[in-house]
């Protein structure tokens, strides 16, 4: 678009809701606009020339429908060639677009667009494995940069295996505002990312109410751009950090090591790649699982203030 003066840019607005479209943002020094479309942008471009604002298309930017995320109990799997059969063949499915599945907790996890439930389950059934739905959900809407998120971790007593942890991370997810949630049975611990429409008593209340005991450790406000968060894990050093770090950055999932000193140290990993257990196996020797108390960085930095 041309310079614009302030009754033209009304009317730029005016015609951007009258063709279904929203004006979100104005450039004047490059005389561009953006707007969110519901229609075919070419919509508003002649609707903009017809009113004498000579425009063109300069870029079109397609933003994908949230997908639907089905959560399935599978069962007769024992090692990891069961998973890698159920995850090929929970892919192959038409519209399918990721599964995770998790070997301790005999479940998988389904993103998809449209793809009817007796599908998922009749491909693993083709496999030789059982499955039933256990939970359907809408991923959540992608977050705008600089858009603020919560992470709260709880103590979670109680919990004694995978069916548990299930049951927890349940109820977590099933709380309106709850992104994410990621369940410790070997720290007992959960990890929930959520808008801060979500309060931490609504998780502790969500968590008791399935059976189990809950208490927040901390909560700590975080920019959406900071969500990808590796989880921490504390241990107490049973050989040299120089050790433990070559150990443990050879492992996939593992992001880093941060030592605090001459004993203790906090494992940065992926729960998706590698999950506690599994990492604390693999460093028997070098390390071992240290109970500690988060705390709330506020607190840490009130304290080097004074």
């Known amino acids: 678009l041309h310079s614009m003066d302030h009754s033209e840019r009304l009317l730029v607005e005016e015609i951007a809701h009258f063709v279904g479209g929203e004006l979100t943002a104005f450039n004047e020094p490059l005389s561009t606009i953006e707007v969110e479309m519901s229609d075919a942008p070419e919509k508003l471009v002649n609707a903009l020339c017809c009113a ?10 397609v933003l994908e429908a949230p997908q639907d995320i ?3 109990q599978i069962t007769g799997m024992t090692c990891a060639a069961c998973v890698g059969v159920v995850e090929n063949a929970l892919k192959g499915v038409n519209g399918v677009k990721s599964a995770g599945v998790n070997l301790l907790m005999k479940r998988a996890e389904v993103k998809h667009r449209g793809v009817p439930v007796a599908d ?13 739905l256990l939970q ?5 809407p992608s977050l705008q940069k600089g858009e603020k998120l919560m992470v709260g971790h709880f103590k979670v007593e ?3 295996c995978a069916s548990c942890v299930g049951a927890v991370e349940r109820a977590i997810t099933a ?24 309060h931490a008593e609504n998780v ?16 700590v406000q975080v920019h959406s751009e900071r969500t990808d968060r ?77």
């Open 230 to 306: 590796p989880s921490e894990l504390p241990v107490l050093m049973t050989q040299s950090s120089t050790q433990l770090r070559k150990v443990a950055t050879s492992i996939y999932g593992v992001r880093g090591v941060v030592v605090k000193d001459a004993q203790n140290a906090r494992l940065l990993y992926d729960p998706v790649k590698v999950g506690a257990r599994n990492l604390l196996q693999k460093l028997e020797g070098v390390c071992r699982y240290h109970e500690e108390v988060l705390e709330d960085p506020s607190v840490a930095t009130l304290r080097r203030m004074k």
């Open 70 to 72: 089905a959560i399935l």
């Open 120 to 132: 998922l389950l009749d491909a693993v059934d083709m496999v030789g494995f059982e499955a039933e």
């Open 204 to 219: 502790v209340e969500a968590i008791e109410d399935v059976g189990f005991e809950a208490s927040v450790l901390n909560e």
């Open 175 to 198: 709380l309106d505002g709850v992104k994410s949630a990621e369940i410790s049975l070997t720290l007992k611990r959960a990890e929930v990312t959520y808008f801060p429409s979500v």
């Open 158 to 160: 109680g919990m004694t």
């Open 52 to 61: 004498g604002l000579p425009a063109q298309l300069q870029k079109e930017v």
């Open 136 to 140: 359907e959900l809408k991923e959540a």
